[in-house]
């Protein structure tokens, strides 16, 4: 007869248990990270797409052409307390009523095309974080400290005309550029783009958190947090996961392999001594980039 009694797990059958858990473990959470990422890039794209959207629909209410960055004046950008260190207009825009007081700052125009949904520029991976907020000294119209906008313009793209046929390209960090007009003979170098930059994922230590300026110029990077790339709207609307020369590491500025804003080149005639270095230090005159030229 069954005196039912149950025999216990000796000390080695725990242990082979609590191996083959920890087995387990180990082969499914690089999976599930994997699948946390991917979450993150397909929001982070989505994100993207509205605001290369929120720009084609401005456009359509502004005979076609794309939105300025800031006011002007015969320098350039406008030198005045409301735009120097400030940021441009379409990510934020100074209110008429409080000049020169960016407390009371206004959304800019690509909110209003996403309902003044402010986390629409924001890439759900980075959740705006940031290691100092030294030169943040205002949220996002009343959001969290930390970084404003994960998603930056190209300085000089401003007067863009909507099915413009330009065509972009960059240099590979290591080739010495020449001057603001490419050198013919360096043309063979260029890597072609899918198409002319609109919104570029920037780099978090270089530089969109010590300047928070919504532009993407100089010596700015692109980000390396999704699958060691960042995501690029382009002109004709599309969105694409762009991963840029780097040397493998985003907080360590490497002169020699990191691609920056610097790098990048535009062209429209076709020839191919027409190319033009895309950043101009925000000194082109409205709509220089359907016509770039030396002198403008």
């Known amino acids: 007869m069954s005196s039912g009694c149950r025999r216990a797990f000796t000390l080695i059958e725990l242990l082979v248990v609590i191996g083959v858990i920890a087995l387990l473990i180990g082969l499914l959470l690089p999976a599930l990270g994997k699948a946390r990422d991917s979450g993150y890039q397909t929001r982070c794209m989505t994100n ?84 100092t907020y030294a030169n943040q000294r205002f949220g996002m119209f009343g959001s969290e400290w930390g970084v404003l906008f994960d998603y930056t313009v190209p300085n000089d793209i401003e007067g863009l005309k909507t099915g413009s046929g330009i065509r972009a390209a960059y240099l590979p960090p290591i080739v010495n550029t020449g001057g603001i007009r490419l050198q013919t003979t ?60 780097a040397g493998g590491f985003e907080n360590v500025e490497e002169a020699n392999s990191d691609f920056v804003a610097n790098d990048l080149y535009v062209n429209v005639k076709g020839s191919n001594a027409e190319w033009y270095k895309l950043y101009r230090e925000g000194r082109t005159k409205w709509g220089w980039i359907n016509n770039p030229t030396l002198n403008q």
């Not at 290369?52 to 456009?59: C, G, K, N, P, V």
Request: hydrophobic share 40%; proline share 6%; with cysteine.
């Open 186 to 245: 360096l043309v063979d170098r260029l890597i072609p783009l899918p198409g002319l930059p609109i919104f570029v994922e920037e780099s978090l230590p270089w530089y969109n958190e010590r300047v928070q300026d919504g532009l993407f110029g100089n010596l700015d990077q692109v980000t390396l947090r999704h699958d060691k790339g960042g995501m690029v709207a382009y002109h004709d609307w599309s969105v694409g996961l762009f991963k840029a020369p």
């Open 48 to 131: 993207m797409r509205e605001c290369a959207r929120s720009a084609l629909f401005y456009a359509n209410d502004a005979k076609d052409q794309f939105w300025i960055m800031a006011p002007r004046d015969v320098r350039g950008y406008r030198t005045t307390a409301g735009w120097e260190g400030g940021n441009a207009w379409w990510a934020r825009r100074e209110n008429p009523e409080n000049r020169n007081n960016r407390a009371m700052d206004l959304p800019g125009w690509l909110f209003d095309y996403v309902g003044n949904a402010h986390q629409v520029v924001s890439c759900p991976k980075n959740k705006r974080n940031s290691s």
